[in-house]
């Protein structure tokens, strides 16, 4: 019995059969009754997918569900002339819905019409829990304006995936959906419900976005990768992203007249590369044979995780040594702490998933899931609570890394499976949260045009630096060259923490037009570089009578209110906001352009199979080429399996041998 019978065996009592009027029964296409009397057609081999419809929809197994492969009995168009308006639009909206079957207008038109009456009872749940407490989900209330951009955003999403590319190109990041749709709710007047968003609630909803960034970049770094490329894979992670990072703080201290402090927070925000944009496009590739005989696509996916772990937590250092009250060397011992602090509770934590759940209890999967989720969160919230941000991302970080060391390969497979399908939800969360935070009329074409010219002079610097990373590995130029287009795309990491100094400087500050308590009123210039700490240094006065020198601490808005003096506060603010305008327009810019240029240039750069040696004549390999060798344990021409014939038909060879692929666990 094949499988697909197997499945509906399990289902269908064995003297059952569901006879559907001019439908063959589900019994017949399972293969529980024989086709003695000649009565039913043969029917080929279903898709996978198609049996578990059978089994789990279509009104429990009394009705077969349609093929969504290809239909049968009916021309297309439902049954209307093909070439009248109404066939077309079947066939049409058929297509765009998934539909791709003989009652294509129907099918589409219910799966439409479900998904809003979804998308209303959604607001509907949140409108029934809160009417009594205030208009929080009517228009002008906070929730009202969070559940716009998330629905919306993944409206948006589904749509932008739709738009056809050309040359066979991926399709656009459907975050770009989510962002664009944030700005749209903030700043177009009449629909601007997004500007009433509360600070608070956002910035609650964009750091659980980044603690499932982390949890799932902890789990699914490839470790094998690590051990056998342990000098490559960080030199490939490290060098791009920190050598950005410092031509961001330069150049942006130069051209956008940040603080030093301030740009090289920047610098860190703009430093990272979006593995939502990379990874896709490296899948495609490793799946038609593009690379993998130098292990390219795997590098690169493994390489860009850790990019973005550099980032984030260089940044959250920056952060705390800017918004500190202590000297410079308070600052540095307080980043030091919070380093070891958030690797010792990830460590901890992470050793402490080996042992709960008990490997062998039912739904292991779903609790692992669970437990690291809540860990991720707490970390991240408390370590907020106690005032050591950084320790939070580094600490979720090391505790999934550290977890799924110790865990079957299949159950850190299923893990990752849980963090793909709960970012689904997140990232229109995170991407339209952070477009609501922009107001275009803050944003000047000045400052788009600096931002841009910045951007360019940095990038240039970061693809050189990428490029050469992969030196001396035997890779050929082209394979070079597709390494540092890859490293263009920007978008997570700026999306979830480009609003955090803003966010940080409403909560030290209070709102823009707050009201200033007397003491606070010294409207006399702030130097672009003072600091928190600078605030509170003592002064040195001296007696006259006595001739005595004293240092004392003279009162101060800060020490009586918890909040600098205003021109401080106006200085944060501005600093804050051109931090979180440049991230956004280097989304904008760099992600659709680095995945239309990788999507564009990976077939033409990378080659099935094993390239030209460009090394040839070199007298000897190097130990990192040996490593990349190790990869490769299966070479392409001792594979029996792998066949050319012309450029169609080419079956790639795996990566890793099958003995290679068993890890040791601890």
């Known amino acids: 019995m094949d499988e697909g019978s197997e499945v509906h065996a399990s289902y269908l009592h064995d003297d059952t059969s569901y006879v559907v009027s001019r439908e063959p029964s589900i019994s017949a296409i399972s293969g529980n009754t024989s086709d003695d009397d000649g009565s039913h057609h043969h029917h080929e081999e279903r898709p996978a997918h198609y049996y578990y419809h059978m089994n789990k929809g279509s009104q429990h197994g009394e009705k077969e569900p349609v093929d969504l492969d290809k239909g049968h009995n009916e021309e297309p168009g439902c049954g209307c002339n093909p070439t009248s308006f109404w066939g077309k639009c079947a066939i049409f909206w058929g297509n765009q819905c998934g539909c791709e079957s003989t009652e294509k207008f129907v099918i589409g038109f219910k799966r439409v019409g479900g998904r809003v009456f979804i998308c209303i009872l959604f607001w509907a749940f949140f409108w029934s829990i809160t009417a009594l407490g205030g208009g929080y989900s009517l228009p002008g209330g906070s929730l009202f304006g969070i559940i716009m951009v998330f629905l919306f955003g993944i409206v948006g999403e589904t749509l932008i995936v739709l738009i056809p590319m050309p040359y066979d190109l991926p399709n656009l990041p459907p975050l770009l959906a989510s962002l664009f749709i944030g700005i749209f709710l903030r700043n177009v007047p009449v629909v601007n419900v997004a500007k009433y968003i509360d600070p608070d609630w956002a910035f609650t909803l964009r ?108 940044f959250n250092i920056i952060l705390t040594v800017t918004f500190s009250t202590g000297g410079i060397g308070f600052d540095l011992l307080n980043a030091l702490f919070e380093v070891l602090f958030g690797l010792a509770f990830g460590i901890v934590c992470g050793i402490l998933m080996w042992i709960f759940p008990d490997p062998r209890q039912h739904n292991v999967v779903r609790d692992r899931t669970v437990l690291l989720i809540g860990t991720s969160w707490f970390l991240i919230f408390m370590t907020n609570i106690i005032d050591v941000p950084g320790s ?271 890890k040791t666990r601890m």
């Open 392 to 662: 939070g991302t580094l600490g979720t970080l090391t505790c999934s890394f550290v977890a799924s060391l110790g865990w079957p390969e299949d159950q850190m497979e299923a893990v990752g499976k849980h963090y793909k399908a709960l970012w689904f939800l997140f990232q229109p969360l995170l991407f339209g949260l952070t477009g609501a935070n922009v107001d275009l009329s803050l944003m000047s074409g000045e400052t788009v045009g600096l931002t841009v010219a910045c951007m360019l002079i940095c990038l240039f610097i970061r693809l050189t630096v990428a490029g050469n990373a992969v030196s001396f590995l035997g890779w050929t130029h082209k394979e070079k060259f597709l390494t540092a287009i890859s490293w263009i795309p920007k978008a997570t990491v700026q999306a979830a923490i480009g609003g955090t100094a803003l966010q940080s400087t409403q909560s030290l500050c209070g709102p823009a037009d707050k009201k200033w308590p007397p003491l606070c009123n010294d409207t006399s210039t702030a130097a672009p570089n003072d600091t928190l700490s600078a605030t509170m240094a003592p002064k040195t006065t001296t007696v006259p009578s006595s001739n005595v020198t004293q240092t004392t601490t003279p009162p101060s808005c800060l020490t009586e209110y918890g909040y600098p003096s205003p021109k401080l506060c106006e200085n944060y603010y501005s600093y804050a906001t051109t931090i979180l305008q440049v991230s956004v327009i280097v989304i904008i810019f760099t992600a659709p352009i680095g995945v239309f240029l990788i999507g564009l240039a990976g077939p033409r750069l990378l080659t099935v199979g094993a390239p030209p040696d460009e090394e040839e004549g070199k007298e000897k390999k190097s130990s990192e080429k040996i490593e990349m060798e190790n990869v490769n344990e299966m070479h392409e021409y001792d594979n029996p399996d792998f066949q050319v014939d012309g450029l169609e038909g080419v079956t790639p060879p795996p990566m890793y041998s099958e003995e290679s692929l068993v």
């Open 207 to 314: 750091q659980m976005a980044l603690g499932i960034i982390l949890g799932e970049a902890g789990v699914e770094v490839d470790k094998e990768m690590m051990r056998k490329l342990k000098t490559v894979v960080p030199r490939l992670s490290f060098s791009p992203c920190l050598t950005e990072a410092i031509a961001w703080g330069v150049f942006s201290h130069l051209i956008l007249g940040l603080p030093w402090l301030w740009s090289f927070m920047l610098g860190f925000v703009c430093g990272a590369v979006a593995p939502a944009c990379v990874v896709p496009s490296m899948i495609k590739f490793q799946a038609a044979g593009l690379g993998v005989a130098h292990g390219v696509p795997t590098l690169l996916m493994a390489a860009a995780s850790i990019d973005d772990i550099i980032a984030i937590n260089g």
